[in-house]
């Protein structure tokens, strides 16, 4: 009985998992660009006029984020919505947290069932495989624990908006061709899956750098990949020109969306160019590349979570090694070998974007998380490929090997109160009641922001938003000592 359903034990994980990642995504407190990109600010208005960076492209105009303006649009969207369908079922305070723990579950929810989709082949959420897939993977998207070091869904909800929903999506994207390429299936796109892509490649190329950085490494590497190969085997009694046209037209049709995906994300990193947020902090790009190796060093040292992430790894693509060659096992050697190039071509180009104040040494869990959402998926790959043929005794060892490892990961991810949004509720709810127009508060926490406010001509746009969510029943200033 329990060998035939032993897939149902990992779905009760799987739940067991998603709702208390739920509940943990409703005690963060809110960051401090949540207002400045819902109400928005002043610098942030540009954006929301101009999709595709006409403004830079033909005006040579400079404003924050002129090629993030799907990030920018569904947080203004969701936030100015969601948090007010809520008011009928919870209080308006309440209604944000909900609101910022379902967009994250949401987008957590997704990232699994794309690497889950990918790595077992199956849609079926039900079916054991699938299960096993996502069971593997699941425990590695760490709300606390190793959050700070290799987290996918960010404490601050923006920030999650900006990178790890722009990812979920971009797999969305890859999924595909990912399938084709893991499973030695027929790359089949259907003409709605054809329009599918090329609106998902244009929200992409605009939403943020995290998935048009990806796209310029992943997609031109393919379609130079692929129209070798086909060149390769042409014959070799004409022209080289030639050749390389008869290569050309023998690309398969779906790769043309990479190609339109790069133009898209080169026109995009172009605009990028006249992001005013470039010049608030700045760093020559020798520097830069100077702090590079110390940022790699304390990723990997920072906290045990990366470098048990990469033993796991690192053993189950050793014991790939050792078993005999089938196509199956040379597609998940051939995947580990191209996931070790695209992680080391990222992390050098991570340089080349730029230099934020808050990323002392470049690296960072969110500028490198497609490089965490590959390992990740790697490591759910190789594991579910050895569970699935290793010998039943090796198979049990090795079992156990993964189940310590992730259970480490599942029974580190526990709730710290210091992290959580008690504070800032209760300071919430002294503003709330507070009669005076401007309302000193203790500086116990941070409200709504990075810092505590000590100026209170600082805190209007926090309040401006307080009172469209209902929290105040008027826009209050506020200071904190």
């Known amino acids: 009985m329990l060998q ?43 954006v929301l006029h101009d999709p595709f960076g006409l403004g830079p492209l033909l005006r040579q105009e400079r404003y924050p984020a002129p090629n993030r ?17 809520l008011h009928p079922v919870l209080s308006p305070l309440n209604s944000l947290y909900a609101a910022c723990a379902l967009l994250k579950l949401a987008v957590h929810g997704l990232l699994v069932y794309v690497l889950a989709v990918a790595i077992s082949n199956q849609r079926n959420v039900l079916s054991p495989g699938f299960l096993l897939a996502a069971a593997l993977v699941a425990p590695l998207f760490q709300t606390a624990g190793f959050n700070s070091q290799m987290g996918v869904v960010d404490a601050s909800i923006t920030y999650t908006g900006f990178y790890a929903l722009s990812m979920s999506l971009l797999l969305l994207f890859f999924l595909p061709f990912l399938r084709a390429a893991l499973h030695g299936e027929p790359l089949r796109v259907s003409w709605l899956s054809y329009v599918g892509l090329l609106g998902l490649a244009v929200v992409l190329a605009f939403h943020g750098t995290a998935a048009s950085s990806t796209g310029l490494v992943v997609c031109p590497a393919v379609l130079l990949l692929s129209w070798y190969r086909a060149f390769s085997l042409l014959p070799a009694n004409g022209s080289v020109l030639t050749r390389s046209r008869q290569a ?4 398969p049709r779906p790769l043309l969306v990479f190609g339109l995906f790069s133009a898209f994300c080169l026109y995009s990193m172009y605009v990028g160019l006249y992001n005013l947020e470039n010049d608030w902090s700045t760093l020559p790009i020798a520097q830069r590349y100077g702090r590079l190796p110390l940022g790699v060093y304390y990723q990997l040292t920072g906290k045990l979570g990366f470098p048990m992430l990469l033993v796991l790894l690192l053993s189950s693509a050793y014991l790939i090694s050792r078993q005999p060659r089938t196509p199956a096992s040379t597609r998940v050697r051939t995947a580990l070998k191209w996931a070790a190039l695209f992680a080391l071509a990222y992390v050098l180009l991570l340089p080349l974007g730029g230099y934020r104040a808050y990323r002392e040494y470049i690296l960072r869990r969110d500028s490198i998380l497609p490089v965490t959402l590959v390992l990740i998926g790697c490591f759910g790959l190789t594991a579910h490929y050895l569970l699935t043929h290793l010998p039943k005794p090796a198979r049990w060892r090795y079992a156990a090997l993964v189940g310590v490892g992730l259970g480490i ?20 709810a002294r503003l709330a009641q507070s009669p005076a127009p401007i309302v000193q508060l203790p500086a116990t926490c941070t409200m709504m922001d990075w810092q505590p406010l000590t100026d209170y001509r600082k805190s209007e746009l926090n309040g401006w938003m307080l009172h469209y969510w209902g929290i105040t029943k008027t826009p209050k200033l506020y200071y904190q000592q």
């Open 4 to 46: 035939r359903n032993w897939h149902y034990l990992l779905l009760l994980f799987l739940l067991f998992d998603f709702g208390y990642s739920f509940w943990h995504y409703l005690q963060f407190p809110l960051d401090g660009d949540l207002a400045p990109v819902v109400w928005p600010s002043e610098p942030y208005t540009p």
């Open 69 to 85: 303006f799907f990030a920018h649009y569904f947080l203004f969207a969701y936030f100015r919505h969601v948090p007010l369908w």
């Open 248 to 251: 050309l037209g023998q690309l």
């Open 409 to 428: 990961f599942t029974f580190t991810d526990r709730y710290k109160s210091s992290q959580g949004n008690a504070c800032e509720r209760d300071l919430f």
